[in-house]
């Protein structure tokens, strides 16, 4: 009777311990990997900003020899949210450039040799008399992030590990119980 006694509190225990860590089991569904930004032909020292909209989301210095980056641009980059086929623009020293890219997950510049080569129209200034405007700011609409990033709960509910766990005590009083009956 001993045996039994031992065999039925290891699988008791057993029991409970399944139930226990399998309400604990999650996963995480992980982003895919980030679009990069890069480019060529600026000189030394340029301040490049990658932006969404006219959010900065992240910046580069040209090189000595005019490259810039590489800057990876994941899902959420500082305050800004990309989804598939948002536009990427930049600004080169303060001026927004002309080029633009489509972000992509795990997508790069167009010209994957040269990258971004950014050039900044030449401005006409107009005489401008000075008006008071007061801009109105709205939140951007969240992205499409599906579950990327969270954790999602694919063990047994509360409820089934309680259940277990009251039918592993039955177990084990019940067998405790016949092997006292002789």
């Known amino acids: 009777m001993t045996f039994l006694r031992k065999t039925l509190a290891l699988?008791?225990?057993?029991?409970?311990?399944?139930?226990?860590?399998g309400s604990f089991a999650t996963t995480a569904l992980a982003a895919g990997p980030p679009h990069t930004a890069y480019g060529t032909g600026a000189t030394e020292g340029d301040a490049i900003a990658i932006l969404a909209?006219?959010?900065?989301?992240?910046?580069?210095?040209?090189?000595?020899?005019?490259?810039?980056?590489?800057?990876a641009l994941g899902a959420t980059v500082g305050d800004c949210v990309f989804a598939a086929g948002d536009t990427i623009s930049f600004s080169l020293n303060g001026t927004?450039?002309?080029q633009t890219e489509t972000w992509a997950?795990?997508?790069?510049?167009?010209d994957v040799a040269t990258g971004t080569v950014l050039t900044v129209a030449a401005v006409v200034v107009p005489e401008v008399v000075p008006?008071?405007?007061?801009p109105e700011v709205t939140a951007p609409a969240p992205g499409a992030t599906g579950n990327a990033g969270l954790a999602q709960s694919t063990g047994t509910s509360s409820i089934?590990?309680?259940?277990?766990?009251a039918f592993a005590v039955v177990v084990v009083a019940g067998g405790r119980v016949a092997s006292r009956m002789r």
């Open 11 to 21: 699988s008791a225990v057993l029991a409970v311990a399944v139930a226990l860590f």
């Open 96 to 98: 927004v450039a002309e």
């Open 160 to 165: 089934a590990t309680l259940l277990l766990s």
């Open 105 to 110: 997950e795990g997508g790069a510049p167009a």
């Open 53 to 71: 909209g006219t959010t900065s989301c992240a910046t580069a210095t040209a090189d000595a020899d005019g490259n810039w980056g590489p800057v």
């Open 131 to 134: 008006e008071v405007v007061v």
